[in-house]
Nanobody
Framework: QVQLMESGGGSVQVGGSLRLSCAVS????????MGWFRQAPGKRREGLAVICSGATTPYYRASVKGRATISQDSANKDLYLLMNNLKFEDTAMYYC????????????????????WGQGTQVTVSS
Protein backbone atom coordinates (compact mmCIF):
# COMPACT_ATOMS: atom_id res chain seq x y z
CA GLN A 1 0.00 0.00 0.00
CA VAL A 2 1.36 3.37 -1.02
CA GLN A 3 1.55 6.09 1.59
CA LEU A 4 2.82 9.62 1.21
CA MET A 5 3.78 11.80 4.15
CA GLU A 6 4.68 15.45 3.84
CA SER A 7 6.88 17.40 6.21
CA GLY A 8 8.76 20.65 6.35
CA GLY A 9 5.92 23.11 6.53
CA GLY A 10 5.70 25.89 9.06
CA SER A 11 5.75 29.63 9.42
CA VAL A 12 8.12 31.64 7.32
CA GLN A 13 8.59 35.31 6.65
CA VAL A 14 7.90 36.95 3.33
CA GLY A 15 10.90 36.52 1.09
CA GLY A 16 12.06 33.44 2.95
CA SER A 17 12.54 29.89 1.78
CA LEU A 18 11.15 26.51 2.67
CA ARG A 19 11.98 22.94 1.71
CA LEU A 20 9.13 20.46 1.80
CA SER A 21 9.66 16.72 1.83
CA CYS A 22 7.38 13.85 0.89
CA ALA A 23 8.33 10.47 2.26
CA VAL A 24 7.15 7.56 0.17
CA SER A 25 6.32 4.12 1.51
CA UNK A 26 5.12 1.27 -0.61
CA UNK A 27 5.76 0.58 -4.24
CA UNK A 28 5.29 3.73 -6.23
CA UNK A 29 7.67 2.79 -9.02
CA UNK A 30 4.84 2.50 -11.55
CA UNK A 31 3.33 5.91 -10.88
CA UNK A 32 3.59 8.04 -13.99
CA UNK A 33 3.79 11.42 -12.25
CA MET A 34 4.46 12.73 -8.79
CA GLY A 35 4.02 16.29 -7.75
CA TRP A 36 3.22 19.03 -5.30
CA PHE A 37 -0.14 20.69 -4.93
CA ARG A 38 -1.55 23.25 -2.55
CA GLN A 39 -4.89 24.49 -1.35
CA ALA A 40 -5.59 27.77 0.36
CA PRO A 41 -8.78 28.34 2.39
CA GLY A 42 -11.71 28.97 0.09
CA LYS A 43 -9.73 28.18 -3.04
CA ARG A 44 -9.48 25.15 -5.23
CA ARG A 45 -6.51 22.83 -5.05
CA GLU A 46 -3.83 23.68 -7.61
CA GLY A 47 -0.77 21.98 -8.95
CA LEU A 48 2.61 23.61 -8.38
CA ALA A 49 5.28 21.29 -9.68
CA VAL A 50 5.13 17.83 -11.17
CA ILE A 51 7.69 15.29 -12.34
CA CYS A 52 6.57 12.73 -14.92
CA SER A 53 8.18 9.72 -16.50
CA GLY A 54 9.22 10.48 -20.00
CA ALA A 55 9.18 14.23 -19.50
CA THR A 56 12.57 15.85 -19.83
CA THR A 57 11.73 18.70 -17.50
CA PRO A 58 9.26 19.15 -14.65
CA TYR A 59 6.00 21.01 -15.04
CA TYR A 60 5.64 24.20 -13.01
CA ARG A 61 2.73 26.46 -12.35
CA ALA A 62 3.38 29.91 -13.78
CA SER A 63 2.97 31.63 -10.42
CA VAL A 64 5.82 29.65 -8.85
CA LYS A 65 8.08 29.10 -11.83
CA GLY A 66 11.50 30.48 -11.01
CA ARG A 67 10.78 30.28 -7.29
CA ALA A 68 10.11 26.56 -6.94
CA THR A 69 12.30 23.56 -7.61
CA ILE A 70 10.98 20.02 -7.50
CA SER A 71 13.33 17.10 -7.07
CA GLN A 72 13.13 13.41 -6.37
CA ASP A 73 15.38 10.82 -4.79
CA SER A 74 15.89 8.23 -7.51
CA ALA A 75 16.37 5.43 -5.01
CA ASN A 76 13.38 5.75 -2.70
CA LYS A 77 11.24 8.15 -4.77
CA ASP A 78 10.95 10.66 -1.93
CA LEU A 79 9.87 13.99 -3.32
CA TYR A 80 11.05 17.48 -2.43
CA LEU A 81 9.97 21.02 -3.11
CA LEU A 82 12.20 24.01 -2.52
CA MET A 83 10.34 27.30 -2.51
CA ASN A 84 12.20 30.63 -2.50
CA ASN A 85 11.07 34.21 -2.21
CA LEU A 86 7.87 33.19 -0.50
CA LYS A 87 4.88 35.50 -0.76
CA PHE A 88 1.75 35.94 1.34
CA GLU A 89 -0.26 34.17 -1.35
CA ASP A 90 1.87 31.06 -0.90
CA THR A 91 0.11 30.41 2.41
CA ALA A 92 -1.73 27.11 1.99
CA MET A 93 -1.80 23.44 2.82
CA TYR A 94 0.74 21.69 0.63
CA TYR A 95 0.24 18.13 -0.57
CA CYS A 96 2.28 15.64 -2.50
CA UNK A 97 0.51 13.24 -4.80
CA UNK A 98 1.17 10.46 -7.25
CA UNK A 99 -0.75 9.16 -10.22
CA UNK A 100 -1.43 5.65 -11.28
CA UNK A 101 0.36 4.09 -14.21
CA UNK A 102 -1.29 6.21 -16.88
CA UNK A 103 -0.06 9.62 -17.98
CA UNK A 104 -2.41 12.35 -16.75
CA UNK A 105 -4.02 14.56 -19.36
CA UNK A 106 -2.94 17.71 -17.55
CA UNK A 107 -0.21 16.96 -15.02
CA UNK A 108 -0.79 20.12 -12.97
CA UNK A 109 -4.50 19.44 -12.52
CA UNK A 110 -5.44 17.63 -9.29
CA UNK A 111 -7.78 15.18 -10.98
CA UNK A 112 -8.82 11.60 -10.23
CA UNK A 113 -5.67 10.56 -12.07
CA UNK A 114 -3.76 11.34 -8.89
CA UNK A 115 -4.57 8.22 -6.91
CA UNK A 116 -2.32 8.77 -3.90
CA TRP A 117 -2.29 11.83 -1.65
CA GLY A 118 -0.53 12.75 1.53
CA GLN A 119 -2.22 14.44 4.48
CA GLY A 120 -0.59 17.77 3.77
CA THR A 121 1.72 20.16 5.54
CA GLN A 122 0.75 23.74 6.33
CA VAL A 123 2.83 26.65 5.08
CA THR A 124 2.11 30.08 6.48
CA VAL A 125 3.87 33.15 5.12
CA SER A 126 3.81 36.24 7.31
CA SER A 127 5.50 39.59 7.59
Amino acid sequence: QVQLMESGGGSVQVGGSLRLSCAVSGDISRSYCMGWFRQAPGKRREGLAVICSGATTPYYRASVKGRATISQDSANKDLYLLMNNLKFEDTAMYYCAATGTQAPIAPLEPTYEYEYWGQGTQVTVSS
